[in-house]
T-cell receptor, first 117, second 112 residues
Framework: EPEVTQTPSHQVTQMGQEVILRCVPISNHLYFYWYRQILGQKVEFLVSFYNNEISEKSEIFDDQFSVERPDGSNFTLKIRSTKLEDSAMYFC???????????????FGPGTRLLVL | GQNIDQPTEMTATEGAIVQINCTYQTSGFNGLFWYQQHAGEAPTFLSYNVLDGLEEKGRFSSFLSRSKGYSYLLLKELQMKDSASYLCAVSVEDANDYKLSFGAGTTVTVRA
């Protein structure tokens, strides 16, 4: 069964450093998402991406964040200058084409646990 | 904004039934999803409801009442492996984009 994959599984970085989290969505999916979950808290939407551009972003997704689809398979989240409060689990998700009035299921990757020291 | 409420914790006995309620107040409602999340792992899709009524998938069923802003997830014949957090998530449509807004999750503990 196809699945979303993410690398690395764990990342430790120093405050102020840049990190790139990588995701390979399910191959026939067209919509891609990043969510994060701070330890003990709820899953929060960061950004959605379709047709090579951002569809929507949350208040969390400020100028330090960016997303890119550099090739036909990878989808990346870059955090330019990490802060202590960026420590969280970051989940990538993907879904098939959206049908009006019919939500498509989003499938989540295993996550990258980011620790900023 | 979105407001999604579900109980924090529930405990049940192996073989029993547990019902996890979720109430929501959202704009642009487009459907409600239930995910299971084991500690340190990704949310795994369980079910979704778009129309009012009950959807059954094996031991798991989910119900939706759009007029009441209410859903529940019913877990039957509980097994130890069902111990996990269960996340209620509302699909919110905004300018033809669909994001999930999650509740805080209900931690279910299954005891022998």
């Amino acid at each position: 069964e196809p699945e979303v994959t993410q690398t690395p599984s764990h990342q430790v970085t120093q405050m102020g450093q840049e990190v790139i989290l990588r995701c390979v969505p399910i191959s026939n999916h067209l919509y891609f998402y990043w969510y994060r979950q701070i330890l003990g808290q709820k899953v929060e939407f960061l950004v959605s991406f379709y047709n090579n551009e951002i569809s929507e972003k949350s208040e969390i997704f400020d100028d330090q964040f960016s997303v890119e689809r550099p090739d036909g398979s990878n989808f990346t989240l870059k955090i330019r200058s990490t802060k202590l409060e960026d420590s969280a689990m970051y989940f990538c998700a993907s879904s098939e084409a959206v049908v009006i009035e019919q939500p498509e299921t989003q499938y989540f990757g295993p996550g990258t646990r980011l620790l900023v020291l | 904004g979105q407001n999604i409420d579900q109980p924090t914790e529930m405990t049940a006995t192996e073989g029993a039934i547990v019902q996890i309620n979720c109430t929501y107040q959202t704009s642009g409602f487009n459907g409600l999803f239930w995910y299971q999340q084991h500690a340190g792992e990704a949310p795994t899709f369980l079910s979704y409801n778009v129309l009012d009524g009950l959807e059954e998938k094996g031991r798991f069923s989910s119900f939706l009442s759009r007029s009441k802003g209410y859903s529940y997830l019913l877990l039957k014949e509980l097994q130890m492996k069902d111990s996990a957090s269960y996340l209620c998530a509302v699909s919110v449509e905004d300018a033809n984009d669909y994001k999930l807004s999650f509740g805080a999750g209900t931690t279910v503990t299954v005891r022998a």
